[in-house]
């Protein structure tokens, strides 16, 4: 669990591999935040009340179970291509989430329904090739 940080600097998590819920409270990343090259949540992934002033990156994570971002904002970027969800018939939900720059979701692929609730896209958004398996 990582609670009440604000943090200056670039932050990598890459091809991490997280065998219990990953929860990211009340944070503030002012530099690039990472999860790429194949990072993978074993558990639950639980992203609430947080800033992410430069650009957040999960290319290639993958989700083993549910993944809820709720009162996020993404300032400078939100980049979720080839990210993939597995688990089926569980929550995947985005919301109150602001993404501010660029996103991509593109070649992603998600087993779970997917809900987009409250969420504003202000900048280019990309969803090219993305599975969507259950009803969004």
Known sequence: MLCDFDCTESVDFDEAIFKDVVTVERCRFQA??????????????IM????????ASFNEAVFMHQ???????????????????????????FTNVYFDGYTSF????????????????RAETHFENTVFRKRL
């Open 48 to 55: 609430e009340q947080c800033e992410c002033v430069e650009i």
């Open 67 to 93: 993944m809820n971002i709720t009162d996020v904002q993404f300032g400078n970027g939100a980049i979720f291509e080839e990210a993939r969800q597995l688990a089926e018939d569980l929550i995947c939900q």
């Open 32 to 45: 690039y935040l990472s999860f790429i090259g194949g990072s993978r949540f074993e558990h639950n992934f």
């Open 106 to 121: 593109s070649n992603g692929g998600f087993n779970s329904s997917v809900t987009f609730d409250t969420c504003i896209f």
